[in-house]
């Protein structure tokens, strides 16, 4: 049995307050309950008052990136190390907006999947199709070599620490959610995919979160899904009343 995980994508909002001020709203509602894995990833600059509010706490925190080197003269970049060092489980790599906005590819992506995993820390490797991709019958093609460039040269031990999030682009943001069934079909290509590259204990055992416009009302008929195992929530997270209902969701 795979346990949920509901992640929170803060992307970049809110203010240091607000972020102080939703993290300790979240730990008094789901602060204590440990039958769904639950991590909420704020903007860098926020995540030690994070980790601070969240102490004592079941709730982990992750980053939403990181640059794969160990260190050294790479202004303005963050490694992966010292998003260890402050206090995080888990970091998202390759969203789509980082693939397609900052332009990010297959390599780069795995290169930051494998330092990752170096430092210790919990990659979530985001894959998902464009609208013109879903349009043009090209989704399994898409996420088969995200997923599988993402995770290339990776032992079974390294795959078997990694969630996978699949976040159709064209639902990111748009209000426009991917049906349960859509979701799961592309879902259980994935663990699919998984069970070619690593076997079938390591492809039963990963969890794959959906993400896209995920919100309270749609999130139990997502999550119900047999390949669904949590979610990547973005404009929803951002508010206590609206992610607490979403980690509920999780515990059916
Ligand atoms: P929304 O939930 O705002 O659609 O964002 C999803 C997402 O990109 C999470 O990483």
Redesign the pocket.
């Known amino acids: 049995m795979r346990k949920y995980f509901v992640a929170g994508?803060w992307?970049m909002n809110l203010t240091m307050g607000e972020s102080a001020k939703l993290a300790a709203d979240l730990k008094a509602a789901i602060g204590g309950q440990s039958e769904v894995d639950v991590a909420v990833c704020p903007p860098f600059v926020y995540v030690p008052g994070v980790v601070e509010a969240l102490k004592g706490s079941t709730i982990a925190v992750g980053a939403q990136n990181l640059y794969p080197a160990p260190g050294g003269a790479f202004t303005g970049e963050v490694s992966p190390k010292m998003i260890k060092d402050v206090g995080c489980r888990y970091v998202?790599i390759g969203?789509?907006?980082r693939r397609h906005i900052l332009g990010e590819k297959d390599e780069f992506i795995n290169a930051k999947v494998k330092s990752a995993l170096e430092a210790q820390l919990l990659p979530i490797l985001?894959v998902g199709e464009l609208l013109a991709e879903r349009q043009s019958g090209r989704t399994q093609s898409v996420v088969s070599i995200q997923v599988e460039k993402g995770l290339a040269g990776l032992t079974e031990q390294d795959a078997a620490k990694i969630t996978i999030?699949y976040?159709p682009v064209w639902?990111?943001?748009?209000g426009e959610t991917a049906t349960p069934a859509q979701a799961q079909e592309v879902h259980a290509y994935i663990r699919g995919l998984v069970k070619k590259l690593f076997g079938d204990s390591i492809a039963d055992a990963m969890r794959i979160q959906y993400?896209?416009?995920?919100k309270p009302d749609n999130a139990a008929e997502l999550m119900a899904q047999p390949d669904v195992d949590g979610s990547?929530?973005?404009?929803?997270a951002l508010k206590a009343e609206n992610f607490v209902p979403i980690v509920r969701a999780a515990k059916g």
């Open positions: 994508n992307k998202i969203h789509s907006e985001c999030a976040e639902a990111i943001g748009t993400g896209g416009s995920v990547l929530v973005g404009g929803a």
